[in-house]
Protein backbone atom coordinates (compact mmCIF):
# COMPACT_ATOMS: atom_id res chain seq x y z
CA UNK A 1 0.00 0.00 0.00
CA UNK A 2 0.91 3.59 0.02
CA UNK A 3 3.29 4.58 2.08
CA UNK A 4 4.06 8.34 4.11
CA UNK A 5 7.30 9.21 5.70
CA UNK A 6 7.84 11.73 8.25
CA UNK A 7 11.39 12.61 9.97
CA UNK A 8 12.07 12.90 12.34
CA UNK A 9 10.24 10.53 14.88
CA UNK A 10 11.50 12.07 17.80
CA UNK A 11 13.22 15.62 18.58
CA UNK A 12 14.17 17.24 21.27
CA UNK A 13 14.96 21.15 20.97
CA UNK A 14 15.52 24.03 23.31
CA UNK A 15 13.50 26.85 23.49
CA UNK A 16 13.48 29.39 20.88
CA UNK A 17 14.73 26.87 18.37
CA UNK A 18 12.82 26.01 15.04
CA UNK A 19 12.38 22.42 14.12
CA UNK A 20 11.15 20.98 10.53
CA UNK A 21 9.44 18.28 10.40
CA UNK A 22 9.20 16.33 7.03
CA UNK A 23 6.33 14.31 5.36
CA UNK A 24 7.13 12.36 1.77
CA UNK A 25 4.85 10.54 0.05
CA UNK A 26 6.43 7.89 -1.37
CA UNK A 27 4.79 5.86 -3.67
CA UNK A 28 1.71 8.36 -4.59
CA UNK A 29 1.28 12.01 -5.86
CA UNK A 30 -0.35 13.80 -2.17
CA UNK A 31 -1.98 16.52 -3.92
CA UNK A 32 -3.68 17.16 -0.24
CA UNK A 33 -1.39 16.78 3.12
CA UNK A 34 -2.66 17.67 6.50
CA UNK A 35 -1.24 17.77 9.53
CA UNK A 36 -2.59 17.04 12.81
CA UNK A 37 -1.32 18.01 16.37
CA UNK A 38 -1.89 15.39 19.66
CA UNK A 39 -1.57 16.22 22.74
CA UNK A 40 -1.42 12.97 25.76
CA UNK A 41 -5.28 11.88 25.81
CA UNK A 42 -6.35 14.11 23.32
CA UNK A 43 -7.47 14.30 20.00
CA UNK A 44 -6.02 14.32 17.10
CA UNK A 45 -6.56 17.86 16.18
CA UNK A 46 -6.33 19.25 12.17
CA UNK A 47 -3.98 22.45 12.10
CA UNK A 48 -3.63 22.96 8.65
CA UNK A 49 -4.52 21.73 4.93
CA UNK A 50 -2.19 21.97 2.16
CA UNK A 51 -1.79 21.79 -1.45
CA UNK A 52 0.73 21.24 -3.67
CA UNK A 53 1.87 24.61 -4.58
CA UNK A 54 -0.74 26.90 -2.44
CA UNK A 55 -0.85 28.68 0.59
CA UNK A 56 -1.58 26.31 3.74
CA UNK A 57 -5.40 26.59 5.25
CA UNK A 58 -4.98 27.24 9.01
CA UNK A 59 -7.65 25.74 11.58
CA UNK A 60 -8.87 28.04 14.00
CA UNK A 61 -6.72 29.14 16.70
CA UNK A 62 -3.13 28.07 14.69
CA UNK A 63 -0.72 30.57 14.21
CA UNK A 64 0.45 30.41 10.96
CA UNK A 65 3.32 32.49 11.65
CA UNK A 66 4.33 29.94 14.27
CA UNK A 67 3.69 26.80 12.13
CA UNK A 68 4.81 27.24 8.72
CA UNK A 69 3.73 24.62 6.34
CA UNK A 70 5.70 24.51 2.88
CA UNK A 71 4.21 22.09 0.41
CA UNK A 72 6.24 22.59 -2.84
CA UNK A 73 6.11 19.35 -4.74
CA UNK A 74 3.62 16.29 -5.12
CA UNK A 75 5.74 14.87 -2.95
CA UNK A 76 6.73 16.91 0.27
CA UNK A 77 5.47 19.19 2.97
CA UNK A 78 7.42 20.44 5.69
CA UNK A 79 6.20 21.94 9.35
CA UNK A 80 8.79 24.15 10.89
CA UNK A 81 7.62 24.92 14.51
CA UNK A 82 9.37 28.72 14.80
CA UNK A 83 10.59 30.02 17.82
CA UNK A 84 10.10 26.76 20.22
CA UNK A 85 8.35 26.89 23.30
CA UNK A 86 7.80 24.13 26.00
CA UNK A 87 3.82 24.41 25.47
CA UNK A 88 4.46 23.57 21.58
CA UNK A 89 5.52 19.87 22.54
CA UNK A 90 3.31 17.65 21.24
CA UNK A 91 2.90 14.60 18.99
CA UNK A 92 2.70 15.74 15.26
CA UNK A 93 1.01 13.34 12.66
CA UNK A 94 0.93 14.14 8.84
CA UNK A 95 -1.45 12.40 6.92
CA UNK A 96 -1.13 12.55 2.69
CA UNK A 97 -3.81 12.15 0.55
CA UNK A 98 -3.49 11.50 -3.57
CA UNK A 99 -6.18 11.74 -6.05
CA UNK A 100 -8.60 9.33 -4.34
CA UNK A 101 -10.41 11.42 -2.16
CA UNK A 102 -11.35 8.76 0.29
CA UNK A 103 -7.52 7.08 0.85
CA UNK A 104 -5.96 8.89 3.72
CA UNK A 105 -2.49 7.53 4.85
CA UNK A 106 -0.61 8.48 8.00
CA UNK A 107 3.31 9.03 8.97
CA UNK A 108 4.43 7.25 11.75
CA UNK A 109 4.78 11.07 13.51
CA UNK A 110 7.21 13.59 15.38
CA UNK A 111 7.47 13.51 19.24
CA UNK A 112 8.57 16.61 20.09
CA UNK A 113 9.67 17.91 23.18
CA UNK A 114 11.20 21.71 23.54
CA UNK A 115 12.97 22.14 26.76
CA UNK B 1 -18.81 21.79 14.50
CA UNK B 2 -18.43 18.31 13.67
CA UNK B 3 -17.09 15.89 16.44
CA UNK B 4 -16.05 12.43 17.79
CA UNK B 5 -16.75 10.90 20.99
CA UNK B 6 -15.30 7.63 21.83
CA UNK B 7 -14.78 5.75 25.12
CA UNK B 8 -12.11 6.68 27.08
CA UNK B 9 -9.21 3.60 27.51
CA UNK B 10 -7.32 1.71 28.33
CA UNK B 11 -9.21 -0.98 28.18
CA UNK B 12 -7.94 -4.32 29.93
CA UNK B 13 -9.08 -8.07 28.28
CA UNK B 14 -7.98 -11.09 28.15
CA UNK B 15 -7.09 -13.39 24.91
CA UNK B 16 -10.19 -14.06 23.60
CA UNK B 17 -12.14 -12.01 24.93
CA UNK B 18 -15.47 -9.71 23.24
CA UNK B 19 -13.97 -6.05 22.80
CA UNK B 20 -16.52 -3.16 21.92
CA UNK B 21 -15.35 0.32 21.81
CA UNK B 22 -18.23 3.17 21.66
CA UNK B 23 -18.08 5.74 19.47
CA UNK B 24 -20.46 8.49 18.70
CA UNK B 25 -20.17 11.60 16.07
CA UNK B 26 -21.90 15.03 15.68
CA UNK B 27 -22.42 16.04 12.00
CA UNK B 28 -23.94 18.37 9.95
CA UNK B 29 -23.99 16.90 7.16
CA UNK B 30 -23.38 12.74 6.04
CA UNK B 31 -19.92 11.61 6.79
CA UNK B 32 -18.23 8.62 5.97
CA UNK B 33 -17.17 6.80 9.34
CA UNK B 34 -13.62 5.32 10.09
CA UNK B 35 -11.63 3.10 12.73
CA UNK B 36 -8.32 3.68 12.66
CA UNK B 37 -5.47 1.79 14.50
CA UNK B 38 -2.06 2.65 15.72
CA UNK B 39 0.42 -0.18 16.96
CA UNK B 40 2.83 0.67 18.78
CA UNK B 41 5.75 2.23 17.16
CA UNK B 42 3.99 2.06 13.72
CA UNK B 43 1.84 5.19 12.30
CA UNK B 44 -2.21 5.23 11.52
CA UNK B 45 -3.55 2.50 9.77
CA UNK B 46 -7.09 2.27 8.30
CA UNK B 47 -9.05 -0.89 9.83
CA UNK B 48 -12.23 -0.19 8.38
CA UNK B 49 -14.70 2.39 7.27
CA UNK B 50 -18.53 3.01 6.17
CA UNK B 51 -19.64 5.35 3.95
CA UNK B 52 -23.38 5.40 4.77
CA UNK B 53 -25.77 4.62 6.90
CA UNK B 54 -26.23 0.52 7.62
CA UNK B 55 -23.35 0.11 5.91
CA UNK B 56 -20.97 -2.18 8.05
CA UNK B 57 -17.03 -1.97 7.86
CA UNK B 58 -14.74 -5.29 8.15
CA UNK B 59 -11.38 -6.38 8.64
CA UNK B 60 -9.49 -8.48 10.72
CA UNK B 61 -12.40 -9.49 12.42
CA UNK B 62 -13.17 -6.23 13.49
CA UNK B 63 -16.55 -4.94 12.56
CA UNK B 64 -18.48 -1.48 13.28
CA UNK B 65 -21.90 -0.57 11.78
CA UNK B 66 -23.02 2.90 10.32
CA UNK B 67 -25.94 4.03 12.67
CA UNK B 68 -27.28 7.11 11.83
CA UNK B 69 -30.23 6.99 14.34
CA UNK B 70 -28.31 6.67 17.28
CA UNK B 71 -25.00 8.42 15.59
CA UNK B 72 -22.91 5.98 16.44
CA UNK B 73 -19.98 3.66 14.99
CA UNK B 74 -19.16 1.07 17.32
CA UNK B 75 -15.94 -0.99 17.07
CA UNK B 76 -16.50 -4.94 17.68
CA UNK B 77 -14.53 -8.09 17.93
CA UNK B 78 -15.33 -11.27 18.84
CA UNK B 79 -11.98 -12.64 20.12
CA UNK B 80 -9.69 -10.82 20.80
CA UNK B 81 -5.79 -11.68 20.22
CA UNK B 82 -2.72 -10.38 22.39
CA UNK B 83 -1.59 -8.92 18.51
CA UNK B 84 -4.48 -6.31 18.64
CA UNK B 85 -3.21 -4.30 21.39
CA UNK B 86 -3.07 -0.78 20.23
CA UNK B 87 -4.62 2.34 19.90
CA UNK B 88 -7.95 2.68 18.14
CA UNK B 89 -9.08 5.76 17.23
CA UNK B 90 -13.02 6.67 15.68
CA UNK B 91 -13.13 9.08 12.75
CA UNK B 92 -15.29 10.96 10.60
CA UNK B 93 -14.98 12.74 7.23
CA UNK B 94 -16.77 15.39 6.15
CA UNK B 95 -15.28 16.90 3.32
CA UNK B 96 -11.55 17.00 3.21
CA UNK B 97 -9.83 16.57 6.47
CA UNK B 98 -10.60 13.74 9.11
CA UNK B 99 -11.85 14.48 12.75
CA UNK B 100 -10.64 12.29 15.44
CA UNK B 101 -11.93 11.02 18.82
CA UNK B 102 -9.14 11.13 21.64
CA UNK B 103 -8.14 7.04 20.73
CA UNK B 104 -8.71 4.08 23.20
CA UNK B 105 -5.80 2.18 24.54
CA UNK B 106 -6.71 -1.48 24.12
CA UNK B 107 -4.34 -4.32 25.94
CA UNK B 108 -4.98 -7.56 25.56
CA UNK B 109 -2.72 -10.25 27.69
CA UNK B 110 -2.69 -13.97 27.14
Known amino acids: GAVVSQHPSRVICKSGTSVKIECRSLDFQATTMFWYRQFPKQSLMLMATSNEGSKATYEQGVEKDKFLINHASLTLSTLTVTSAHPEDSSFYIC???????????FGSGTQLSVL | GDSVTQMEGPVTLSEEAFLTINCTYTATGYPSLFWYVQYPGEGLQLLLKATKADDKGSNKGFEATYRKETTSFHLEKGSVQVSDSAVYFC?????????FGKGTTLSVSS
Open chain 2, 91 to 99: ALRDWTALI
Open chain 1, 95 to 105: SASGHEDEKLF
